[in-house]
């Protein structure tokens, strides 16, 4: 098993005004894992993945990237996120550009590919996702299944070692979360590096090599898909998955 | 004798005498309409964009935060300012400030050009900075997660999305302008009201010259809202699209490629 971390969070911490939404979060993220966080809604998931990606700034604790600190001032934040690519749960895609363009643009306007690269690189990854039909379709002519798919393609596009997902199906509607599902089970086994919040309690339980469970902003217990879901030690974790065993 | 003619003759006979008079004029409200809007846009931009550039508190230097700060007090006051004064003082005020204080003499145009662009722009910063927030912040997040800076977030997607948006306040303000030049007359601008006053104070024929006026300036109006919403209509494109066939684009994906569930 190849064990080179690629992120690692520490003691991190953030509040919004006197509210505390993280507390003491410790975990690492090994090169080509898939990892699940799961838990009740409201339990700092969203603003945990959010912190990673400098989203939202984290007040205390550090984030680690090969090594680096990425919550140092000096970091160079815009550069980090190329290679931490984010796919949001209400897609979040360019409204003004096609299908195509939206994969490009990351390419060309950060990368400095070419328009040659960037476009081979965008049907590419459109293909994967199943959208490469759809090149010059608006956003607004396409579905929530289809935008995500998108969506996965332009982070996909900019080549990311890391890819983070942040409830990708909970806009959808639910024949259409199983076209996501399928794309991010399909990169989960080609040894893509993921950090998912999901609600998705199957997808976290066949797919992932790791869970997180977390509940009121701390990490309740970690494990292997089977440490959680089949032997859980914590009373919380086998109340929230006890709520689930009857759809899963 | 004009004082024997009805009220149509008296048109045509100030249409015979006066007409080029009244089509320069024209020409000019349109020209200072055009040009005045176009550089307020620039600057309403110019504004806009700066009022909502994000300070970060962890990361920005204390020298950076405070001139942005600064120059976010002294646009808001130029935009509070020109907004609440009317545009018939600010001509004034500008025109003969400028004379007496500066002692800079402006020409016609440079008047013109000045007053209205300064006073368009006041508009245009609150309607982009309007355009610009009402861009849905996701799509900012959604650049800044594939490694765009602010810069280039702002050019390639809110902007883009901001100037569609607010075409129909750049129109209302083209529209305001070519009625509002008329208070220039007040600092000797000879546009379009100038050679109504001219013309009706010559002749006393303020009914007609008014009627003729009021003729020129809807015809203005209304033909330019007509091709602004042209362009409007051009620029959202087509509502369809086109299925792009696979076979063209990668054969070897077409079967594997999916990722239907």
Known sequence: MDTEKVLQISHLEKSFGTHEVLRDIDFTVNKGEAISIIG??????STLLRCVNLLETPTG???????????????????????????????????NMTVLENCMTGPVTVAKKSKKEAKELAIKFLEKVGMEQYINAKPRQLSGG????VAIARALAMEPEVLLFDEPTSALDPQMVGEVLSVMSKLAKEGMTMLVVTHEMAFAKEVSDKVIFMAD??????????????HAKQEQTKEFLNRFHTTV | MISEMNFFERIIYILQNYGISYLKGAGTTLLIALVSTAIGCVIGFAVGIVQTIPVDKKRDGIGKRFLLGLVKVILKAYVEIFRGTPMIVQAVFIYFGLSQMCNIQLGMWQAAFLVVSINTGAYMAESVRGGIISVDPGQMEGAKAIGMTHVQAMLKVILPQAFRNIIP??????IINIKDTSVLSVISIVDLFFVHKSVAGALYTYFESATIVMCIYLTMTL???????????????????????????GNQMRVSGRGRA
């Open chain 1, 40 to 45: 009740p809604s409201g339990s700092g998931k």
């Open chain 1, 61 to 95: 604790g550090n984030i680690y990237y090969h090594g680096k600190d990425i919550t140092d001032a000096k970091m160079n934040i815009p550069s980090y996120r190329e290679h931490v690519g984010m796919v949001f749960q209400n897609f979040n895609l360019f409204a």
């Open chain 1, 146 to 149: 289809q935008k995500q798919r």
């Open chain 1, 217 to 230: 902003g701390v990490i309740v217990e970690e494990g292997s898909s089977s440490d959680i879901f089949e």
């Open chain 2, 169 to 174: 306040q750049i129109g209302n303000n083209f």
């Open chain 2, 223 to 249: 033909v330019s809202s007509r091709l602004l919403a042209l362009w409007e209509r051009k620029l959202d494109g087509d509502d369809n699209y086109e299925l792009v066939d696979v076979m063209d684009i």
